[in-house]
C-alpha cells in the first residue's frame, strides 16, 4: 500500500543555553516526519520543530523540498501544524489522510515515515499491545497514549500510525532498553488539539490543580470518612492559584471526575474498556472548561465544579520556542529554576543540587511563592569579590523579605537604594551597593559579551 500523504520533515533548529542564558547554542539540522490532513496542513510532533528556525518538507520520491512553518503547536501532547509557503500549491496533488478511530487491543497498524538511515518511506507493522496513560517525554505530561510492537526510530517521530486506511496514532517516542515498543498520540487527543487550534483555544493541555495519595489501605479510608464500598482518592495537595483551589480542600476524596467513577488505585474505566490513571480525561479538555468532581469532605458526599487551568508546578518542566528569563545584577545572574537549569547538569536527576531536585520533585507553589529564585552563576568582577562560592544556590531574601518569583526579584532590586543585602539557602550573605553596581553594569556585561542585562518576558 502506498502512502503519499505521508512527507518527510527538515527541521533546522537552534536551542537556548541554559547555562548562559543570554545566548543560544549552534544550529543543529534533524528529519522527522509528517501526514497531510484536511485543509492542505500537515500533522507531526511538536518534538521534531521544537525551536525551529527554518522547516522544510518533501514528498515521497520527490526531489524538491518545500518552506514549511508552524501554524500550531501543542508541546504537552507532543503535536504540531504545519502549513507550506512556498510553493504554495506543493500539496496540491497529494490527497489527505483520514483520522480514523481509537484502535483496539491487538489490533493491526503500520508506522510510516523516514527513519534514518535512507532517504525513502519505510513501513514497520505491528500490533496494539497497550492503551493507557503514558509520560509524554516531549512535556513530562502524563497522557493517554496508544503502545505497538513496531519499531519507531529516529526520524520516524512525527509520522503516521494508519489502521483501517486511515491514521491512528502520531509516532512520537519509543521505550527505552527494549526492541521494537512505540508510543503514539492517539486519536481522542489529537482531534482535541485540532478542534481547538480551529476554535482558537489555547494550545495547552490543562491541570486539575491536585496532588493525590490512592487510597487502597482500608483504614485510612474509614478515617477519612469513607462508607463502605465508597472508593477514590484522596487529596494531598492543591496548587495555589488553580481551579481546585478554590474549591476543593486537603484530605477531600475524589471518587468521580468527569462521569467517571475514580478507584482507590487512582484509576478509571475510560472510554468503558481501558483501566488508566483518572487524569486520563485533561487530553480531552481545554484551558477554562469546566469539569464536575464527586468527592467525600468528613464523611459527607458533595458535587464541585472545577475550572481548568495551566499546569503550574513550582519548577516549569521543559519549555520550547521561548528565550530563558534571566536578570544580571553586579555581575551575579539570577534565574528562575526549571527543568531546562537543571538539564545543564549531566544525568542532573543526580548530579543537580539536592536543594534544586527538592523544589523539582516536591515544591510546590504558594502565595508566597510562585517560582524558585536561584543565583546560577557569578561573573567575576571587582564589585563581587568574595561572593564566588555561592553560585547555584537558592535565593532566600533579598533585603529581608522572600521573592515570591523572578519578576518580583527583578522589581525589588529595581526599588532598592543603597546597600541591598541578598541571603541564600546555604545561609550565605551577600551585600551590594545599588550605586557601585549601577556603575559596574556596562562594565560586566561588555565584558562577558552580554547583550542585555536581562529577559523577563
Known amino acids: 500500500m502506498a502512502y503519499p500523504a505521508v512527507v518527510r520533515v527538515f527541521a533546522t533548529t537552534q536551542d537556548p543555553d541554559h547555562d548562559s542564558p543570554w545566548q543560544t547554542r549552534s544550529p543543529s539540522s534533524s528529519t522527522g516526519s509528517g501526514v497531510v490532513i484536511a485543509g ?58 483520514e483520522l480514523g478511530e481509537m484502535p483496539r487491543l491487538r489490533d493491526e497498524v503500520a508506522v510510516v515515515g523516514y527513519p534514518v538511515g535512507g532517504e525513502e518511506i519505510s513501513i514497520t507493522e505491528g500490533v496494539v499491545s497497550r492503551i493507557e496513560v503514558q509520560r509524554y517525554s516531549h512535556s513530562q505530561r502524563h497522557l493517554l497514549a496508544v503502545t505497538v510492537d513496531a519499531a519507531i526510530n529516529a526520524g520516524n517521530s512525527g509520522g503516521p500510525v494508519f489502521g483501517g486506511g486511515k491514521v491512528v496514532g502520531i509516532a512520537f517516542q519509543k521505550l527505552t532498553g527494549v526492541d521494537n515498543i512505540g508510543e503514539m498520540v492517539p486519536p481522542p487527543v489529537i482531534r482535541t488539539f485540532l478542534d481547538g487550534v480551529a476554535a482558537g483555544k489555547r494550545p495547552l493541555v490543562p491541570a486539575m490543580g491536585v496532588v493525590t495519595q490512592n487510597l487502597e489501605n482500608p483504614l485510612l479510608r474509614k478515617q477519612l470518612g469513607l462508607a463502605t464500598g465508597v472508593a477514590g482518592v484522596v487529596v494531598t495537595q492543591i496548587e495555589h492559584g488553580s481551579g481546585a483551589d478554590a474549591v476543593l480542600k486537603v484530605r477531600d476524596v475524589i471518587t468521580a471526575v468527569d462521569g467517571m467513577a475514580v478507584a482507590n488505585n487512582g484509576t478509571v474505566l475510560y472510554d468503558g474498556r481501558h483501566r488508566t490513571r483518572f487524569d486520563v480525561m485533561l487530553g480531552r479538555h481545554y484551558i477554562g472548561d469546566v469539569v464536575t468532581v464527586a468527592l467525600v469532605r468528613a464523611g459527607q458526599p458533595l458535587t464541585v465544579e472545577v475550572t481548568l487551568g495551566e499546569w503550574r508546578p513550582l519548577v516549569p518542566r521543559t519549555r520550547y520556542d521561548q528565550a530563558p528569563r534571566y536578570l544580571v545584577f553586579g555581575g551575579l545572574v539570577f534565574q528562575a529554576l526549571t527543568r531546562d537549569v537543571l538539564a545543564t547538569w549531566d544525568k542532573w536527576w543526580n548530579k543537580a543540587p539536592k536543594e534544586f531536585l527538592y523544589y523539582y520533585y516536591l515544591g510546590a507553589r504558594s502565595a508566597e511563592r510562585r517560582e524558585v529564585v536561584i543565583l546560577s552563576k557569578i561573573l567575576a568582577d571587582e564589585i ?26 527583578a522589581a525589588r532590586l529595581d526599588a532598592a537604594q543603597g546597600v541591598v543585602e541578598i541571603t541564600t539557602t546555604s545561609g550565605g550573605v551577600i551585600m551590594l551597593d545599588t550605586a557601585e553596581v549601577a556603575k559596574a553594569q556596562a562594565r560586566i556585561l561588555e565584558r562577558y559579551r552580554i547583550p542585555r542585562d536581562r529577559h523577563l518576558p
Open 384 to 409: 563581587n569579590v568574595g561572593y564566588g562560592h555561592l553560585y547555584n544556590e537558592g535565593v532566600a531574601t533579598v533585603d529581608g523579605a522572600t521573592p515570591r518569583d523572578l519578576d518580583d526579584f
Open 40 to 97: 492542505g496542513a500537515i500533522l507531526t510532533g511538536a518534538h521534531v520543530v521544537a525551536n525551529a528556525t527554518f522547516l522544510q518538507v518533501q514528498k515521497p520520491s520527490h526531489p524538491d523540498k518545500a518552506i514549511a512553518r508552524v501554524r500550531a503547536v501543542c508541546h504537552d501532547a507532543d503535536l504540531a501544524l504545519l502549513e507550506v509557503v512556498e510553493p504554495a500549491d506543493f500539496l496540491a496533488d497529494v490527497t489527505p489522510a
